[in-house]
C-alpha cells in the first residue's frame, strides 16, 4: 500500500475540530513508513537518513518543551510537535535525488517538505485551520528571516520550530565534530574544508550578534561560529535555558580554534545567554 493510499483510508471529512492525540499517532505512523521508504543498503547515505530521523525525533522533544513552557494549549501543543514531526520531511527526497543537504546547490527543503505533505495527502484528516499552520511553519522553518504582517498563529509556530530545530542543530553538529572522520554524516557539514583558520567576516557578524549568510563560509570553523552565530537568533527563554542546561557554548567553544578573537566573541554570546535567561 502506498503512503497516499494509507492517508486516504485514514482520512474523514473534518472543517472545524481540532486535532488530537489520535491524530498525532497516525502522522508519526505515516512519518516513520515514508522514512523507511528511503533506506538504503549504502552505508553512507542510510546515515545521512538516520540523522534526520533521530533529529527529527529530538526536535519534536524540544518542541514539546518549548509549548509546555509556554503554557500552549492541548491543540496548539500538538500542533508544536506535528510541525515537528514534518519539519524535515523534505530532506528526505532531497537528499536521495541530490545527495546534499546544501538548499543552495540542490532544492529548497522546506518547500520540498510542504509538497510531500500535500501531495501525500498527509493531512487530510484535520482541519483546514491546523492543515495551513503546519503548511506555512514547515514552510518557514529554513527561511533566513521570518517576513512581516504574519498572523499571530503562523508567528508563533514559525518561532517555536525553528527555536527547536536550531537547538537541536547544535546537538548533531557538536555530535558530528566529536566523531571519527570516518563514522560522520558527512552531509552535516555542508562539504566545507577541515582547514584550521577562519574567516574575519563571520566572526564579525557573531561578534555584532548577527547571524552569518551560509554563502560567507569557507571552512568548518566558519560552519562552527554561523551555529554558534544562531544563538542570537533564539526566539523563547525557555529555548536559552536549554542552551545554558545542555552547555552548549563550551561544547562549540572547544570546537573551534583557541585564540583570542575567537574566546572574547563566545564569552560575549556567553553573557548574552546569561542575560536572556536572567531577564526571562
Ligand atoms: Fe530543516
Known amino acids: 500500500m502506498t503512503h497516499a493510499n494509507q492517508c486516504s483510508t485514514i482520512s474523514r471529512v473534518r472543517d472545524s475540530a481540532s486535532m488530537d492525540q489520535n491524530d498525532l499517532t497516525t502522522l508519526k505512523n505515516w512519518f516513520d513508513g515514508y522514512c523507511a521508504s528511503f533506506s538504503t543498503p549504502r ?5 545521512n537518513f538516520t540523522i534526520k ?3 527529527t525525533h529530538e526536535v519534536c522533544l524540544n518542541a514539546v518543551r518549548i509549548a ?4 500552549l ?4 501543543a500538538l500542533l508544536a510537535e506535528t510541525i515537528a ?20 546547490i540542490s532544492v529548497n527543503h522546506a518547500a520540498l517538505g510542504a509538497k510531500v505533505l500535500l501531495e501525500n495527502n498527509v493531512l487530510s484528516g484535520l482541519s483546514t485551520r491546523d492543515q495551513d499552520v503546519i503548511i506555512r511553519a514547515v514552510t518557514l522553518h529554513n527561511v533566513f528571516t521570518l517576513p512581516e ?9 514559525a518561532r517555536l520550530i525553528r527555536d527547536a530545530d536550531k537547538l537541536d542543530i547544535l546537538r548533531v553538529v557538536i555530535e558530528y565534530f566529536k566523531q571519527e572522520e570516518g563514522g560522520r554524516a558527512e552531509a552535516v557539514a555542508l562539504g566545507l574544508p577541515d582547514l584550521p583558520g577562519y574567516s574575519e567576516d563571520v566572526l564579525a557578524c557573531l561578534r555584532r550578534g548577527e547571524m552569518a549568510k551560509k ?4 571552512t568548518q570553523n566558519d560552519f562552527k561560529l554561523l551555529q554558534l552565530a544562531w544563538l542570537y537568533d533564539l526566539n523563547f527563554t525557555s529555548s536559552l535555558r536549554m542552551v545554558r542546561e545542555r552547555r552548549v557554548i563550551d561544547a562549540m567553544a572547544g570546537l573551534l580554534p583557541g585564540d583570542d578573537k575567537i574566546a572574547g566573541a ?15
Open 85 to 104: 514531526l514534518f519539519h524535515d520531511v523534505g530532506r528526505f527526497p532531497q537528499y536521495r535525488q541530490y545527495k546534499t543537504f546544501d538548499d543552495s
Open 43 to 47: 552505508t553512507e547515505d542510510q546515515r
Open 68 to 71: 509546555a513552557d509556554l503554557r
Open 149 to 157: 504582517g504574519l498572523d499571530d498563529e503562523t508567528l508563533l509556530f
Open 266 to 280: 563566545v564569552e560575549m554570546v556567553r553573557g548574552y545567554v546569561e542575560k536572556r535567561v536572567r531577564n526571562g
Open 73 to 76: 494549549d492541548p491543540r496548539q
Open 53 to 55: 530521523h533521530d533529529h
Open 215 to 218: 554563502d560567507m563560509l569557507t
